[in-house]
């Protein structure tokens, strides 16, 4: 009798059990490969939070393990050297990048520099002359990783009586870019065709022109209000008062001008650069960075009108129209030079800048250590 008892017991809990694990698992069991994610959301091949959580990456490609977003701090400079991250920005925000960008942009290459000096920036473009001098006064801490701005400087005449270098004889040029590479460039140009140069800070007497520096909002408002007849701009700030007033016209292109020297390299303004600690530590989160930025400058150039506003809400360019102008004007020098090229389009380039004034990259020619993932 109470072995009868017994059984029955043990079969009672037996049922019982198997209930209770039925019940539960109609409530719990997902599809296969789903996660529940925060607040919801399923998590499987999108991404949540800018964190790709499932096992699709970008380009359609499928990995067995999740991949969490890198943050990066990214500093673009407004102007030229911005233009071709805007559409990166927009794709960043809308959670579409691999990485997790916070983009700043800045109006100072001095800002910039210290960002990155301390670690507030972890990428940044800037002027190559700039990039360069880091690279020395920070014993190898910045890197090279990316061309983007090839020759966007203009002379500008409120007048018709500047159409060679030859001309700017006897007269007073405003530049912006003082400690950077429209200062060198302009300098170079003038001295390679036998003019003697004084500036506020190197005066020389009876010089054949006088440069005086400013920055390139004052000298932009400056010559659009016709209060000033000749200076030296870029590319965006040149096409703006080229649309405001219309006595000025472009003079003389400084790219061709460079050019005619024939110094063997090209005259290269801008480049992305990475603290070499944050590269060392995320390899692949540069990977991404190049992909998403050789893409965003792409897109620019395919779709000018909505890089237009895109540059416009972004703070890089004032107006849209003058950015959509100004993209065209860009044309060939919005640029994405990455890999070997780097090294082979810049070290002629920091060689004329070195043999005329050795402080204009920081006082040597960068070695092969300034060029990410030399060799």
Same mark, same amino acid.
């Given at each position: 009798?109470?072995?009868?008892?017994?059984?029955?017991?043990?079969?009672?809990?037996?049922?019982?059990?198997?209930?209770?694990?039925?019940?539960?698992?109609? %409530?719990?069991?997902?599809?296969?490969?789903?996660?529940?994610?925060?607040?919801?959301?399923?998590? @499987?091949?999108?991404?949540?939070?800018?964190?790709?959580?499932?096992?699709?990456?970008?380009?359609?490609?499928?990995?067995?393990?999740?991949?969490?977003?890198?943050?990066?701090?990214?500093?673009?400079?407004?102007?030229?050297?911005?233009?071709?991250?805007?559409?990166?920005?927009?794709?960043?925000?809308?959670?579409?990048?691999?990485?997790?960008?916070?983009?700043?942009?800045?109006?100072?290459?001095?800002?910039?520099?210290?960002?990155?000096?301390?670690?507030?920036? +972890?990428?940044?473009?800037?002027?190559?002359?700039?990039?360069?001098?880091?690279?020395?006064?920070?014993?190898?801490?910045?890197?090279?990783?990316?061309?983007?701005?090839?020759?966007?400087?203009?002379?500008?005449?409120?007048?018709?009586?500047?159409?060679?270098?030859?001309?700017?004889?006897? %007269?007073?040029?405003?530049?912006? @870019?003082?400690?950077?590479?429209?200062?060198?460039?302009?300098?170079?140009?003038?001295?390679?065709?036998?003019?003697?140069?004084?500036?506020?800070?190197?005066?020389?007497?009876?010089?054949?022109?006088?440069?005086?520096?400013? +920055?390139?909002?004052?000298?932009?408002?400056?010559?659009?209000?016709?209060?000033?007849?000749?200076?030296?701009?870029?590319?965006?700030?040149?096409?703006?008062?080229?649309?405001?007033?219309?006595?000025?016209?472009?003079?003389?292109?400084?790219?061709?001008?460079? +050019?005619?020297?024939?110094?063997?390299?090209?005259?290269?303004?801008?480049?992305?650069?990475?603290?070499?600690?944050?590269?060392?530590?995320?390899?692949?989160?540069?990977?991404?960075?190049?992909?998403?930025?050789?893409?965003?400058?792409?897109?620019?150039?395919?779709?000018?009108?909505?890089?237009?506003?895109?540059?416009?809400?972004?703070?890089?360019?004032?107006?849209?129209?003058?950015?959509?102008?100004?993209?065209?004007?860009?044309? +060939?020098?919005?640029?994405?030079?990455?890999?070997?090229?780097?090294?082979?389009?810049?070290?002629?380039?920091?060689?004329?800048?070195?043999?005329?004034?050795?402080?204009?990259?920081?006082?040597?020619?960068?070695?092969?250590?300034?060029?990410?993932?030399?060799?």
């Amino acid at each position: 009798m109470k072995k009868t008892l017994l059984l029955l017991l043990a079969a009672a809990l037996v049922l019982s059990l198997a209930a209770c694990g039925a019940g539960q698992s109609g %409530k719990e069991t997902e599809a296969p490969g789903e996660t529940s994610a925060p607040g919801g959301e399923t998590a @499987g091949s999108e991404t949540v939070n800018n964190e790709t959580t499932g096992s699709e990456t970008s380009g359609g490609e499928t990995s067995g393990t999740p991949e969490q977003a890198v943050p990066v701090n990214f500093a673009v400079l407004t102007g030229p050297t911005g233009m071709g991250a805007v559409k990166l920005m927009e794709s960043s925000d809308k959670g579409e990048t691999r990485n997790r960008y916070t983009v700043s942009a800045l109006a100072d290459n001095q800002q910039i520099q210290a960002g990155l000096i301390n670690g507030d920036f +972890d990428i940044a473009a800037v002027a190559t002359n700039v990039a360069a001098a880091l690279y020395n006064k920070t014993q190898g801490q910045v890197q090279v990783v990316a061309l983007n701005t090839l020759g966007v400087l203009y002379i500008l005449e409120k007048g018709d009586t500047v159409h060679s270098v030859a001309d700017l004889k006897g %007269k007073t040029v405003y530049s912006p @870019g003082q400690g950077a590479n429209p200062e060198y460039a302009l300098k170079y140009i003038l001295t390679r065709n036998g003019l003697t140069v004084s500036t506020d800070q190197e005066p020389v007497e009876d010089a054949d022109v006088q440069i005086v520096f400013d +920055d390139a909002g004052v000298i932009q408002t400056k010559m659009a209000a016709g209060e000033i007849d000749l200076a030296m701009l870029p590319v965006p700030a040149a096409t703006a008062v080229l649309i405001q007033n219309q006595e000025v016209r472009s003079a003389l292109d400084m790219t061709a001008e460079w +050019d005619a020297l024939e110094t063997g390299g090209q005259l290269t303004m801008g480049c992305v650069v990475v603290r070499t600690e944050f590269a060392q530590e995320n390899p692949q989160a540069m990977e991404h960075f190049l992909a998403d930025y050789e893409a965003s400058i792409t897109a620019v150039k395919a779709d000018p009108e909505g890089a237009a506003a895109l540059c416009e809400s972004y703070g890089i360019v004032p107006k849209a129209p003058i950015a959509k102008k100004a993209i065209a004007d860009l044309g +060939d020098s919005l640029t994405y030079v990455a890999g070997d090229s780097v090294r082979t389009t810049l070290e002629p380039y920091f060689q004329v800048l070195f043999d005329a004034n050795p402080a204009s990259i920081g006082g040597a020619m960068p070695d092969s250590g300034f060029y990410w993932n030399a060799g």
